[in-house]
């Protein structure tokens, strides 16, 4: 019961900052408070429909959503983390039915988790198919070799334990306390062993590439291959594995949202009821109960320097409308403190209603059927006043909107060797980083290229 | 003695697997999504004008379809194409017919039949075409 699949609380060893989806705002779905029987349905446990959920109640647990093996076990938001006991109709008065769910079957056939049952949740975070990752998406579960080289079904085919090993339930590899760089080569699995099994240096050690893997490089002149695989680990002491494996995010033909604006929600179609709005390929880009998205594909990442230091903006924490984009939270990093690495992220960016007297990001009530959620009667001071209520946090009665980032680093979706990013792509001819993947990383003095190529 | 050892092993035997035996095969629809995705969508996509995903149609469509058996309506079969000589005419060009090239065809037609009714637009799950 300490998982944080359960607790949704977790205390960052570094900031001491107490973190988790019971704890943080976001700029997708704002925040879980007051929303509960909506989000939770992603919870390990059943019926978290209000703050006074009771987490020492171990009946509670639901082992199913993790460790069903067939298919149909589904948690439709909505249902406080129940699944469908019985034909109903839901919301009520939608017409739509759902379908019990066999749970017989479905507890006589438990078994090792696999990417179908993480990817539920984790693909679907943000309220839609690789809306909030980037880098994760339905498409991985069954991803070809080119998407991913490790999740390829038809190869290695790596379950997401394969990576997050787990001990007593704690799923190593949190966004919420990143780890930069896996120190002391690579470890066997297995063996019990405290740090972070779900680094690229968990397996493949801090100098992985060898005169054979980047035999398909053409070395520069007087470079034998043996130079230029030290040449391109040295790379590693400044770069991420991921900045050159991972070209870009939302490969799998799964958009990804790039930003949303909840100012812009509340307008009707010319019935005067709430509408959807969708671009040329059929995806929502407006929704009057939610406003307006930003979506893309093949995105390439924001690069920054990170040393592993993540801070968010908790509820209360002053935020400023300055112009810019207050932060949701922030990589601390630079080119010169002797850990950071050069960091592939998705910057979320989002227009959310803040509230300008108190100064703080607010957690509105946005779902459900009552008169105050958002989505029902289109009054952001009420569902303000109803979110905070819950969180019992002030709030002015004011409510404006302010722009905000969000940072997420870019972990999956690891191409084949072949796609990774050539030398051209930081440097150019002439060291400038104008042209560059790596032009807006501060602090960078690039070298100029070599005049030779793959 | 020795006999009257091995009619006990080979009765043991027969009483252990009987029940094996009988039980029939339950299609792996994680099998099947890898198939369906990788060999029928990918041909689907280069050669028939784009991709059909599971969630266009019903699970009872989707098990009459496989019932008839017909493919490109009519020209040929759709358990063709799950074969093992298909399999085997591709492996070299194609990852997945590679993989499951000696899956043997019934478990492979089992595989799409949940694939499909777990992903019909009234499935458990319904799938596009990822």
Redesign the interface.
């Known amino acids: 019961m300490a998982t944080k699949h359960w607790a949704w609380e977790s205390i960052n060893p570094d900031t001491r900052q107490v973190l988790g989806k019971k704890r943080v705002v976001n700029n997708y779905c704002l925040g879980i408070a007051s929303n509960y029987a909506y989000c939770t349905s992603c919870h390990a446990g059943y019926g978290w429909k209000d703050n006074k959920f009771d987490f020492s109640a171990a009946e509670n647990v639901d082992c199913l959503v993790c460790h069903d093996t067939t298919?149909?076990y589904?948690k439709p938001s909505g249902l406080a983390g129940h699944p469908v006991y019985r034909e109903m109709e839901f919301p009520p008065g939608s017409g739509e039915v759902l379908h019990p769910?066999d749970l017989r079957k479905v507890a006589q056939k438990v078994g090792k988790t696999?990417r179908?049952n993480c990817g539920a949740c984790h693909f679907y975070g943000g309220g839609g198919d690789g809306v909030k990752h980037g880098d994760m998406?339905?498409?991985l579960?069954?991803p070809?070799?080119e998407l991913d080289v490790h999740m390829?079904?038809?190869?290695l085919d790596f379950t997401c334990a394969t990576c997050h090993v787990t001990t007593g339930h704690q799923v190593p590899g949190s966004r919420y306390s990143p780890t930069i760089r896996g120190e002391g080569g690579p470890f066997m699995r297995g063996k019990v062993d405290k740090r972070n099994p779900a680094t690229c240096e968990a397996c493949h050690g801090s100098r992985p590439h060898t005169a054979e893997t980047v035999a398909h490089i053409k070395p520069p002149p007087g470079f034998s291959a043996t130079a230029l695989a030290a040449m391109v680990n040295n790379h590693g002491i400044k770069l991420a594995c991921q900045t050159c494996h991972i070209p870009a995010m939302a490969r799998?033909?799964?958009a990804t949202k790039l930003l949303w604006d909840w100012s812009a929600g509340g307008r009707m179609g010319p019935d005067g009821k709430p509408m959807v709005e969708r671009d040329e390929q059929g995806r929502v880009i407006y929704d009057s109960k939610k406003g307006k998205y930003v979506l893309g594909e093949n995105v390439i990442p924001e690069y920054v320097w990170f040393n592993g230091e993540v801070r968010y903006t908790l509820m209360g924490d002053k935020v400023e409308k300055q112009g810019g984009y207050a932060p949701i939270n922030r990589f601390a990093g630079s080119p010169n403190d002797g850990k950071s690495r050069i960091w592939p992220v998705k910057v979320f960016r989002g227009i959310q209603p803040y509230d300008p007297v108190t100064q703080s990001l607010v957690v509105p009530h946005t779902y459900g059927t009552d008169e105050t959620a958002y989505g029902k009667n289109f009054n952001w001071q009420k569902a303000v006043a109803a979110g905070m209520a819950d969180v019992g946090a002030p709030f002015s009665g004011k409510v404006d909107f302010i722009q905000t980032e969000m940072y997420w680093p870019i972990n999956h979706m690891v191409a084949p060797k072949a796609k990774a990013l050539t030398c051209q792509d930081c440097h150019s001819r002439n060291g400038s980083l104008a042209e560059g993947r790596l032009k807006n990383v501060k602090g960078l003095n690039m070298r100029p290229l070599f005049r030779w190529s793959r | 003695m020795r006999l009257q050892k091995s009619i006990l092993i080979s009765v043991m035997a027969c009483l252990l697997g009987a029940p094996l035996m009988a039980q029939a095969y339950e299609g792996d629809w994680k099998r099947g999504h890898v198939y369906y995705r990788m060999v029928c969508t990918a041909c689907h996509v280069e050669k028939a004008g784009g991709a059909i995903g599971p969630n266009t149609r019903a699970k009872a469509e989707w098990a009459a379809y496989l019932q008839a058996d017909k493919h490109a309506k009519g020209k040929d079969r759709v358990t063709f194409y799950l074969s093992k000589a298909y399999r085997d005419s591709i492996k070299a060009s194609n990852r997945a017919a590679a993989k499951f090239v000696d899956v043997p065809e019934l478990e492979l037609v089992d595989d799409i039949k949940a694939f499909v009714a777990r992903s019909a637009k009234d499935g458990d799950a319904p799938t596009g075409c990822r």
């Open positions: 298919g149909t589904r769910v696999s179908y998406d339905s498409s579960g069954a070809e070799w390829d079904a038809t190869g799998g033909g799964v």
